[in-house]
Nanobody, 115 residues
Framework: QVQLVESGGGLVQAGGSLRLSCAAS????????MGWYRQAPGKQRELVAT???????NYADSVKGRFTISRDNAKNTGYLQMNSLKPEDTAVYYC?????????WGQGTQVTVSS
């Protein structure tokens, strides 16, 4: 089983940057895929980015070129570097991990981008 704890959210002006962290309990070497999703008020949860155990990444078109996903297995931590933030990036961001075909979620961290 895996427990995920996000941190790093907050309030930032448009054009600014934030880095989200996702601390995983247990060894990350067993985690097949880590990812970030987000959910804005009144909208469905949507994929932001994923990274496999081999380092392959995938991004939503809306964040390509602005966000970077990474993972540090030695620190049991995943990251989402968010640059050039826009007001439409405002949402609760959730870390997720897939371990042996089971998906786990963190509690979420709020990101608010002011115009």
């Amino acid at each position: 089983q895996v427990q995920l704890v996000e941190s790093g959210g907050g309030l930032v002006q448009a054009g600014g940057s934030l880095r989200l962290s996702c601390a995983a309990s247990g060894s990350m070497f067993s985690i097949n895929v880590m990812g970030w999703y987000r959910q804005a008020p009144g909208k469905q949860r949507e994929l932001v980015a994923t990274i496999t155990s081999g380092g392959s990444t995938n991004y939503a078109d809306s964040v390509k070129g602005r966000f970077t996903i990474s993972r540090d297995n030695a620190k049991n931590t995943g990251y989402l570097q968010m640059n050039s933030l826009k007001p439409e990036d405002t949402a609760v961001y959730y870390c997720t991990a897939v371990l042996f075909a089971t998906r786990y979620w963190g509690q979420g961290t709020q990101v608010t981008v002011s115009s």
